[in-house]
């Protein structure tokens, strides 16, 4: 029982359900079909590879978690290393088998973000801005992969859009966070790189940017007021939040608490754009 619950926690449920909700809703927006059998095939494929890709990052992880997550599952001795290795390759294969089933552009699409989640977390992550750029592109094509599915891939560029300005900040915002684990791992993270002041600056223009970006919909009637509701009651304040609360002296924990924060205003973001459609 303590192996599938550290097998359950390696693979950050939370993730997984966002990725599933993301690809259900970039479907959604299509208006082409609220559910078939390409769009489960979707959700689970690429919920399976979201597990696979945050299992393995633990993997790659496990020394720096030692000291930013001791009580990860690895870390903490819950789970084996090359346990966790076997179970993302495991959820890797499956996820891309599963992609066969949809079609040949979901099925590419698979396999280039399963080969770039894993070379993320082998090389890209411990690079100055290019991990945090592989990973907002991959959360962004959770929505595409579902648009996909229903043969309808421009309709999700949008949500897309949101999706990979959102995760950008957030990303950054985890290795201020994550600093000193980095550092001692001799990662080359942007807060390391060229530091925290600076990082900080990159942060909150990309929140201002984002900002107006999600107001653009609403303006040019391609959401509707349901939407620009949502956004101005769950998403603003929390972009505000970040603009006015995010600085040098924020602790590991406060910026912890920013960072789950984000995370869950991902789904009301989700919503947002499933109301608005």
């Given at each position: 029982?303590?192996?599938?619950?550290?097998?359950?926690?390696?693979?950050?449920?939370?993730?997984?359900?966002?990725?599933?909700?993301?690809?259900?809703?970039?479907?959604?927006?299509?208006?082409?079909?609220?559910?078939?059998?390409?769009?489960?095939?979707?959700?689970?494929?690429?919920?399976?590879?979201?597990?696979?890709?945050?299992?393995?990052?633990?993997?790659?992880?496990?020394?720096?978690?030692?000291?930013?997550?001791?009580?990860?599952?690895?870390?903490?001795?819950?789970?084996?290393?090359?346990?966790?290795?076997?179970l993302?390759?495991?959820?890797?294969?499956?996820?891309?088998?599963?992609?066969?089933?949809?079609?040949?552009?979901?099925?590419?699409?698979?396999?280039?973000f399963?080969?770039?989640?894993?070379?993320?977390?082998?090389?890209?992550?411990?690079?100055?801005?290019?991990?945090?750029?592989?990973?907002?592109?991959?959360?962004?094509?959770?929505?595409?992969?579902?648009?996909?599915?229903?043969?309808?891939?421009?309709?999700?560029?949008?949500?897309?859009?949101?999706?990979?300005?959102?995760?950008?900040?957030?990303?950054?915002?985890?290795?201020?966070?994550?600093?000193?684990?980095?550092?001692?791992?001799?990662?080359?993270?942007?807060p390391?790189?060229?530091?925290?002041?600076?990082?900080?600056?990159?942060t909150?223009?990309?929140?201002?940017?984002?900002?107006f970006?999600?107001?653009?919909?609403?303006?040019?009637?391609?959401y509707?007021?349901?939407?620009?509701?949502?956004?101005?009651?769950?998403?603003?304040?929390?972009?505000?939040?970040?603009?006015?609360?995010?600085?040098?002296?924020?602790?590991?924990?406060?910026?912890?608490?920013?960072?789950?924060?984000?995370?869950?205003?991902?789904?009301?973001?989700?919503?947002?754009?499933?109301?608005?459609?």
């Amino acid at each position: 029982m303590k192996t599938l619950r550290a097998i359950i926690r390696l693979s950050r449920p939370l993730n997984v359900a966002i990725a599933a909700l993301s690809i259900y809703v970039g479907a959604f927006i299509t208006e082409t079909d609220l559910w078939n059998v390409e769009i489960a095939l979707a959700c689970l494929s690429g919920a399976l590879i979201t597990a696979a890709a945050n299992t393995i990052n633990d993997y790659f992880d496990v020394a720096i978690d030692r000291i930013n997550r001791p009580d990860r599952p690895l870390p903490s001795g819950a789970l084996s290393p090359p346990t966790a290795a076997i179970l993302a390759a495991g959820e890797y294969a499956a996820g891309i088998l599963l992609s066969l089933w949809i079609n040949p552009l979901a099925f590419s699409m698979a396999v280039i973000f399963s080969a770039l989640t894993f070379v993320y977390s082998a090389r890209f992550k411990r690079m100055p801005l290019i991990g945090n750029v592989t990973v907002s592109l991959s959360t962004a094509a959770a929505f595409i992969y579902g648009a996909v599915a229903v043969n309808q891939p421009l309709k999700a560029v949008y949500p897309g859009l949101f999706a990979f300005f959102f995760h950008l900040g957030r990303e950054i915002i985890k290795d201020i966070q994550d600093i000193k684990g980095d550092a001692l791992n001799q990662a080359r993270t942007f807060p390391i790189r060229f530091g925290i002041r600076r990082a900080i600056w990159l942060t909150k223009g990309n929140f201002l940017f984002l900002f107006f970006l999600t107001l653009l919909p609403y303006f040019t009637h391609y959401y509707d007021f349901d939407y620009f509701l949502v956004i101005m009651l769950g998403i603003f304040p929390v972009v505000l939040l970040v603009l006015f609360y995010l600085s040098e002296k924020r602790t590991h924990q406060q910026l912890e608490w920013l960072s789950h924060l984000l995370k869950l205003d991902m789904l009301v973001g989700i919503y947002a754009i499933y109301v608005g459609t």
